[in-house]
């Protein structure tokens, strides 16, 4: 079963990275599920409309698939109510998915927002001012 959960996150990335959203989770996500991860990419689209995912690497136990991606994009939608900056951004994000009868019913993800909004300069870097502000 593992290796086929595996599988199922590969075509998840596949679809998802061809543009098929919609189609790629009604196949591989239970109702429930579906509908969350479905808002989820349609925020991400919105706002960074050639997002990619890459996988970096997969571990399977059971019915359980732990993921980490390495994840991009250019801001050029609204983004937590932060007008586009048309900067892009590369962020690593770790994704637990669980199966049950041949689609994924739970969904966990934890990002780097802090990263992602540094990069975006929506928010100081460490030192307190923005990129645009530190010198070359």
Known sequence: MSEENKAMVRRMVEGINAGNVEGTVDELFAPRAARRVKRLFAEFYAAFPDWREEIVELVAEGNTVAGRFRCSGTHRGEFLGEAPTGKRMEVEEVFFLRAEGGRFVDFWALE???????????VPSRSGRSKEADPA
Do not use: E, T, V
């Open 112 to 122: 780097d927002s802090l990263g992602r909004l540094r990069q975006l300069g929506l």
